[in-house]
């Protein structure tokens, strides 16, 4: 359970590097590269307090049963500016009522990631078990669909009904691959064409809200939920991008933090380019510690002998993956270089969960079957593999939720639209540059610093060209008032690189870092030492010492 789930919370991310757009980096800095400053030190005024958004924070939540669990509905405005235009959003919640009694704190609410995570999902899935049992016998374990997400009312899509309803055309075998460093003219004007399509598409099926899912606005609706679940202050947990959540939220409402983890931090004061090459140099190390440790990982299942055989398996998968696709059972296009280096990047996140599947895979193209490296691409199960029955009975109408008939592009949304999602919410909340001859300066510097991870994933930022534009700019956090924060960074951590923990600990006042000395990604719920350090201070507030490192 604890691999699916680590997975499933960070899956999304890994997208944003390889097929969407990046979402973290690897130093920290002030002001943006890009001659942007950080905000103004005077102490934001508290949107809570406005008479037009009272209905929303007087609202109760009317739990009922869906399964183990509870389920409820909350309203939030659609846009802040104008919580009285009647524009809502409706998100389902959903509550693991753990608290012993004569132990309860009151609830804790996280968010599993992303962006793109249906946190309900998450919990239905047993996120809440890797909480610890001191942390559930003292709260309510509650998270919820941020806007836009999952089963959010209205939700992001970019398919409209037309496209869902057309039959989708068989790819061309012939086609030559897509390259993972575009030079040509003809290269870069066909990943322009391609990343158009994408934002033109996203615009058609989900223009209306596309300027309403940032980070900023889901963490308002983060502390309307606090009010509803009638909490004067909030304790929260998030992983990845639920750390840029809890880091909004703190600057919004910093005086309404009882206690909060941020782990895999995400340092808001890097600018696109920043994010994008740490993050590449964050996956391209990762698979470098896969060639050196996966004999003490996995043992005799390693495809190499030593190290040096390992790497030269993978540029040798990555040599022929680049001219020609391996074959996939059941595909007709196969498996080409992108989706390789896809499938060691998603490898990545946890080894002791992964590397073992990995390895198989490897072994299995060098023998000229794809199959397996497809289904680590696309985080399924390979063909012919029993998967585990879901149970789906708690996930019918219980909800509480509107059936979103009204939504732009409703009836082409997904069950999973978390691609859709990370797109939308990555390029509202990151300014990228309006010319593209911004992204093909940074490809050789991509390419130095992390090869063929980093100059797939500037080509992958071309979506947010033409997206529209947000309020945020990098920063620094600004967040006077609020109680110390703990930052869990994982030292080898490939999509969230420990550099970014160490400088959010740092922006926060009083701010706490807890190291985690190991490959992965994320510690919170992988590592004993860390899970004793993070549940004492969330249900004690006993602070972390400054230099505290934990290792598997």
């Not at 012939?174 to 990943?191: G, I, N």
């Not at 956090?477 to 160490?502: F, I, M, R, S």
């Not at 507030?541 to 290792?551: D, E, Q, Y």
């Amino acid at each position: 359970m604890i691999r699916a789930l680590v997975r499933r919370r960070t899956l999304v991310i890994a997208l944003a590097a390889l097929g969407t757009t990046s979402l973290a980096a690897c130093t920290a800095a002030g002001p943006g590269a890009d001659g942007s400053r950080p905000r103004t030190s005077a102490a934001p005024a508290d949107p809570s307090t406005r008479p037009e958004l009272r209905r929303f924070y007087e609202q109760r939540l009317a739990w009922r049963s869906c399964g183990h669990f509870r389920c409820a509905a909350l309203t939030v405005p659609m846009d802040y500016a104008r919580p009285g235009d009647g524009r809502t959003f409706v998100l389902p919640v959903a509550k693991a009522a753990t608290a012993t009694a004569g132990k309860r704190i009151g609830s804790l609410v996280y968010n599993p990631g992303g962006p793109g995570e249906r946190g309900v999902q998450a919990l239905k899935d047993g996120l809440a078990d890797e909480l610890g049992k001191g942390v559930r016998e003292r709260f309510d374990i509650v998270s919820f669909d941020p806007r836009g997400v999952g089963e959010s009312k209205p939700a992001l899509t970019c398919r409209t009904a037309q496209q869902t309803d057309a039959k989708s055309p068989e790819p061309e075998t012939d086609a030559a691959p897509a390259p993972l460093y575009p030079r040509t003219d003809a290269e870069r004007a066909d990943v322009l064409a391609g990343a158009r399509e994408t934002a033109e598409s996203c615009a058609k099926a989900s223009g209306p809200l596309l300027r309403h899912v940032g980070t900023r606005d889901a963490a308002r609706d983060l502390d309307v939920l606090r009010a509803a679940l009638g909490e004067r202050k909030l304790t929260y947990v998030g992983w990845s991008y639920g750390t840029s959540l809890g880091t909004s939220y703190a600057e919004q409402f910093p005086r309404r933090v009882r206690a909060m983890v941020l782990d895999g931090a995400v340092d808001p004061s890097l600018d696109w380019r920043q994010r994008m090459i740490g993050q590449s140099r964050g996956f391209r190390d990762a698979v470098e510690e896969y060639a050196r440790s996966c004999a003490d990982q996995v043992g005799d299942a390693c495809p190499g002998a030593t190290p040096e055989e390992i790497r030269a398996l993978i540029d040798r998968l990555l040599r022929r993956t680049q001219r020609e696709p391996l074959p996939v059972e059941g595909s007709a296009g196969g498996l080409d270089a992108e989706a390789f280096v896809s499938a060691l990047s998603l490898s990545m996140y946890t080894p002791e969960a992964q590397w073992q599947d990995l390895s198989e895979a490897l072994r299995a193209a060098d023998a000229g079957d794809g199959t397996k490296l497809a289904a680590l691409a696309t985080d399924e199960e390979p063909p012919g593999t029993d998967d585990e029955t879901s149970d789906e009975s708690d996930d019918a109408d219980d909800s509480g939720t509107s059936d979103g008939s009204d939504a732009p592009g409703s009836s082409a949304v997904p069950e999973d639209n978390s691609e859709a999602a990370l797109t939308a919410i990555n390029c509202l909340d990151v300014p990228h540059p309006r010319d593209e001859r911004a992204y093909w300066d940074a490809l050789p510097a991509a390419d130095k610093a992390a090869g063929v991870y980093g100059t797939s994933a500037v080509a992958s930022e071309l979506v947010c060209k033409d997206w529209p534009a947000g309020p945020e700019q990098p920063h620094r956090v600004h967040a006077e008032g609020v109680p110390p924060v703990l930052v869990v960074g994982t030292e080898g951590d490939p999509a969230t690189p420990y550099a970014e923990a160490v400088s959010l600990a740092r922006q926060f006042p009083g701010g706490m870092l807890l190291s985690f000395d190991a490959p992965g990604h994320t510690g919170y719920g992988r590592n004993a030492c860390v899970d004793r350090k993070v549940e004492a201070y969330l249900t004690d507030l006993t602070k972390v010492r400054p230099g505290t490192t934990c290792t598997p």
